[in-house]
């Protein structure tokens, strides 16, 4: 567990991971919105040289060189800087509101029971469910969280992090989202979605990206291996074929993939340094 001690005066964290020398000026263009008890801590990899613009100097604002590549480590390196009693992921092109950050506040006020909360984004195709969920024990059919829904309380997570093997810059490009949730409800954590829109965010979902990129399509089938075990490989050929006829996978590129991330040392390293 990080060595910060929970600041009482601070509700919120905001954890904004953003990368390379414009890095600063994409937060400065979301406009963060200033709302009592929360704060907004940015970490910045492969920084450059100038000075911040001048509407991120606020108390408000932290701002942090991360020397580490990875979104992951990004990621990671917030969660050991996070002092408020909640916490959010975010990322750098986001349009948050004064009324969406406070519901995510209210949401774990109301719920002392809730570890990990989950809500909406207006902008991607997601399928969320119609209602409030527990999915402490199983999750939704066809729901896939996104980083950016994810809030939790900071003392509750202990040392449980996203996996540094996985995500944007790293060997496997994708799935750390799904597989830090997943790590989560296997630590006993409880887990529930409030379908409360609580951000924007424009662009096209990673569901409907094509995955040709060998490191995605091992991504997947790493993650497939890590939550369903060896039993789980039919799913393989049945993720192939459905990604094959939605246009995003060519079949036989997929099934010999997906089979190299089922099968990789990848999957043992995360039970190592995790379960």
Known sequence: MSSNAIDTARRLDILIATHG????????????????GVHYIITWQASGPGPAPASLLRNDIEIHEIPSIGLSNNRNAGIALARALYCLIADNDLTYKANGLQAVIDALDSHPDVDIATFRHDGDFINYPAEETDFTERMPRGYNVSSIDIAFRRQSIGNIRFDTNFGIGAPLACCEDPLFILDCRRAGLRCRFFPITIVEHRGLSTGLRPITDPRTTMAEGAYIRLAYGLTGYPRIPLFAWRAYRSGRLPLLHGLYHLTRGFFSHYTRAHKRNNF
């Open 21 to 36: 020398p414009e890095g600063l000026q994409r937060v400065a263009d979301m406009q963060l919105p200033a709302v009592d």
